[in-house]
């Protein structure tokens, strides 16, 4: 008898450390869950319910105090991946701590929420294309007039084509780089923390330089150039998940623009600086000037930040000093972002070869999501007084031509000889449409001596 007590005395000990089973979580009125879950072992299994059939969700899980050395698999109906498409109302989630970590509270954060294309169809929401190569958009979308060698261009990580943002972020089109998959990145707003690991997870020394910490999902662009002016510059704007709840924790997620060359000395790799920066005459002289969501946010530089947390994420969020306002724009996800902001260098040698690096990292963890929109055709380098500049190039309907100076006369030849178009080109930027011009390859001519090949689509 003393034995079967023993063996029962054991089962009921063993039994004490296992998790206990938990109600099934239900999804809100706006298809979302956002729980904090106890886990005290390696692994627990709930259902969560709610679901739509043939819809598509994703969910996250990550400890309660963010401890980025601890790291949890996810697996939905015995499928792993934080993803899943809908096929019953209910739907078995199991996690599964992946590495050894010390966690201060037992806790976890769970949330689920649908992909953003059942969540608002409107036409003003920002959306993302996916088919184009990274290398096509920095050619064909983001370059304006600038002598990029096309051979030197590197890309990595979440990179895509935006598009319907001027009502929303505020540029219309453009490129996005972001440290999380993109396709959880699209409006509207129905998290607070959207955003999971990208892979490969890449690192950035520069950033980590910048932040004084390490980071995980870099995202980035780089490329040399030759310089046609003294200046190159172009226009972005920073977005985070960690707005605003994180802004002075360690996940400083962080953006840079790192510009090196011969005549350059500064303290990031290869001597470069970074031009991405807030305007001194204008910013807290207190504060960096750097761009993370440590320098900008509702507290700090304020001027330069909109706030785009909504009133159904209010409970979840703990934000001193934030108000919220109920019209905040809910058309994309990020729960915060810039203004437009210009990254711009006026020290160039003209003629000299120069490498643009454009780097966007998660601060110390891989969850959270931020990105960095470049606004399309924005990167110059002005040429000189005697030089012009055009974009884009393939041309779809129109073309855009800046100089400095009037260009007394330009003519457009068909590969026949024939001239498809003629005028004069007055100071600062010019359009014309090439819309009623057939398909196929034109030359440029510039006044008597400048010849351009162009491409219309």
């Known amino acids: 008898m003393n034995y079967l007590y023993t063996f029962l005395i054991l089962i009921l000990i063993s039994s004490s450390v296992i998790s206990q089973p938990i109600s099934p979580l239900i999804l809100d009125e706006n298809g979302t869950i956002s729980s904090d879950i106890l886990f005290e072992n390696d692994q627990i299994s709930f259902e969560i319910c709610g679901i739509d059939e043939g819809r598509k969700y994703f969910v996250y ?18 499928h792993e991946g934080n993803s899943f498409i809908g096929n019953q109302r209910c739907n078995t989630v199991t996690i599964t701590q992946e590495n050894e970590c010390v966690s201060t509270s037992n806790m976890l954060s769970f949330q689920v929420y649908p992909f953003q294309e059942r969540i608002n169809e409107r036409a003003s929401q920002l959306t993302f294309d ?21 051979s030197s261009i590197m890309t990595s990580g979440a990179i895509s084509k935006f598009e319907n943002g001027s009502t929303n972020i505020g540029f219309d089109d453009g490129i996005i780089l972001a440290t999380a998959p993109i396709d959880e990145l699209g409006g509207a707003n129905t998290t607070t923390g959207a955003g999971g690991p990208i892979s490969p997870s890449l690192t950035d020394v520069d950033i980590e330089q910048l932040i004084d910490f390490g980071t995980n999902d870099c995202s980035m662009i780089e490329f040399d150039f030759i310089a046609t002016s003294p200046t190159i510059s172009f226009d972005y704007i920073f977005a985070s998940e960690e707005y605003c709840d994180w802004v002075e924790s360690p996940y400083r997620d962080a953006m840079g623009v790192f510009l090196s060359g011969s005549d350059i000395n500064g303290s990031y790799s290869n001597n470069s600086i970074n031009i991405a920066l807030l305007p001194e005459e204008t910013r807290d002289s207190s504060i960096n000037s750097e ?34 306002n109920p019209q905040s724009p809910t058309e994309t996800q990020f729960d915060g972002y810039t203004v437009p902001l210009t990254a711009q260098y006026d020290s160039l040698v003209i003629g000299e070869t120069y490498h643009l690096k454009i780097v966007v990292c998660d601060g110390s963890d891989k969850i959270f999501g931020s990105a960095v929109f470049l606004k399309a055709h924005s990167l110059s380098s002005i040429p000189n007084i005697n030089s012009f500049g055009f974009y884009p190039n393939p041309i779809k309907d129109t073309l855009f031509i800046k100089g400095k100076n009037s260009i007394a006369n330009i003519k457009i030849f068909s590969m026949t000889g024939i001239v498809v178009l003629e005028q004069a080109i007055e100071a600062g930027e010019n359009t014309i449409s090439l819309s009623n011009i057939p398909s196929g390859i034109y030359i440029l001519k510039v006044n008597e001596s400048d010849w351009y090949k162009l491409v219309v689509e």
Not at 69 to 74: F, T
Not at 130 to 150: D, R, S, T
Not at 295 to 317: A, P, R
Request: proline share 1%; hydrophobic share 40%.
């Open 61 to 78: 899980a990550f400890d309660y105090n963010r401890n980025p050395l601890c790291s949890y698999e996810i697996s939905i109906n015995s």
């Open 291 to 324: 761009i993370t969501i440590g320098t900008i946010n509702h507290i700090k530089n304020s001027d330069f930040y909109i706030d785009n947390n909504v009133m159904m994420t209010i409970d979840e969020l703990s934000c001193d000093g934030l108000t919220l």
């Open 130 to 150: 996916q088919l184009f190569a990274a290398k096509y958009l920095v050619i064909n979308l983001f370059a304006g007039i600038i002598n990029i060698n096309e």
